[in-house]
């Protein structure tokens, strides 16, 4: 979808290790994103970053970081996954053009991480 | 603030219309939008509203806003069961805020 693809799809780690998700995008797109999604909580932002080495945090960064070495690569690290850091990632790009509000975004697939 | 809140279920009859309601804190938003979620799949944005109208049809989606009372809401007519799914109303002024998702559930 729209040249934005997360690695892994799954994965499954134990307390304590550290662990790296991958977004990676082809478009060349300044704005990239990472949300966590648990039930009943919706989307919430994790890191987003403007562009390359520009990150900011968002409402639950507590745990993560994240870096931007080149535009295409977003990466997300739990530097010592907890359980309560089991979740479904998604990656976002924005993908609009800003022109009269438009912000539209495009999605990952999302990481299913499971930390036991 | 950025608050977006929504019902977390709805549960309708294949065939009836689909109601989906959202409350909104930031009314300076110049865009609203709807995206949907498949089990087990990302988002996709579905629909969206210019803060400057009041309803947008789209097909079977009939998307109102009320700025005054900053209510969104989104229908979907003769709901199928293929539009189960999760349904998010997002703010995209600042970090893409969302609202918790509503569950539609759509029984034959």
């Known amino acids: 979808d729209a040249g934005i693809t997360q690695s892994p799809r799954h994965k499954v780690t134990e307390t304590g290790t550290p662990v790296t998700l991958r977004c990676h995008q082809t478009e060349n797109h300044r704005y990239m994103y990472w949300y966590r999604q648990d039930p009943g909580h919706g989307l919430r932002l994790i890191h987003y970053?403007?562009?390359?080495?520009?990150?900011d945090k968002g409402e639950v960064s507590d745990g993560y970081s994240v870096s931007r070495s080149k535009t295409e690569d977003f990466l997300l690290t739990l530097e010592s996954a907890t359980s309560s850091q089991t979740s479904v990632y998604f990656c976002a790009i924005r993908t609009g053009t800003g022109g009269r509000g438009d912000y539209g975004y495009t999605f990952g697939s999302g990481t299913r991480l499971t930390v036991v | 603030g950025e608050d977006v809140e929504q019902s977390l279920f709805l549960s309708v009859r294949e065939g009836d219309s689909s109601v989906i309601n959202c409350t909104y804190t930031d009314s300076s938003s110049t865009y609203l939008y709807w995206y949907k979620q498949e089990p087990g799949a990302g988002l996709q944005l579905l629909t969206y509203i210019f803060s400057n109208m009041d309803m947008k049809q789209d097909q079977r989606l009939t998307v109102l806003l009320n700025k005054k009372d900053k209510h969104l809401s989104l229908r979907i007519a003769d709901t199928q069961t293929g539009d189960s799914a999760i349904y998010f109303c997002a703010d995209p002024r600042g970090k893409l805020t969302f609202g918790q998702g509503t569950i539609l559930t759509v029984h034959p």
């Open positions: 970053s403007y562009g390359v080495k520009d990150t």
